[in-house]
């Protein structure tokens, strides 16, 4: 990193709120939705870096893709903050898909804890657990059907560590 660089990221540490973001509007071209000073600093010391010495390799762009899939990022739009402001932001809209947990077997998978003398079956469902002729939407809601008490589900049923093969 050069000296002149090094300088300009120092300064950042001096500036206010309001001068972070009108850095961020010079580096990134768009204005910021953030006014927290220190989410401010990171991200222009962060572009003031990729813009001098380049940017992320070609392997690390390919990471990041594949780490986000073709899943939206944007749970929330963003606020329209007046004229001029609001006009140039953009959202993002679709449906966020939830990743499975890896300690759930896959759905069609029966589950059989003994309690009290009985053993209770649980089958997997894509979407739920059904148990009794009734559908839960988790594991502890089972269990708790089964017992009267809370539990969490996973323990209930044995489910601590990931099935083989399943990504976390």
Not at 110 to 132: C, N, Q, W
Request: charged share 25%; proline share 5%.
């Amino acid at each position: 990193m050069t000296d002149v660089l090094s300088a300009k990221i120092e300064a950042l540490h001096g500036m206010t709120p309001a001068l972070l973001r009108e850095a961020y509007r010079e580096v990134f071209d768009e204005p910021s939705r953030s006014n927290n000073r220190q989410w401010l600093i990171r991200r222009v010391a962060w572009r003031m870096q990729a813009l001098a010495e380049g940017g992320l390799s070609e392997r690390a762009k390919a990471r990041a893709a594949e780490l986000a899939r073709d899943e939206d990022l944007r749970l929330r739009p963003p606020v329209d903050r007046g004229p001029g402001l609001g006009a140039s932001l953009r959202t993002v809209s679709g449906k966020v898909v939830a990743r499975s947990d890896g300690r759930v077997p896959i759905a069609g998978t029966v589950l059989v804890r003994p309690h009290r003398g009985v053993d209770h079956r649980v089958v997997v469902l894509s979407e739920g657990f059904e148990h009794g002729g009734r559908v839960y939407r988790s594991l502890s809601a089972v269990a708790h059907a089964i017992t009267g008490s809370h539990w969490n589900g996973y323990h209930f049923f044995g489910l601590t560590k990931p099935a083989r093969g399943a990504r976390s």
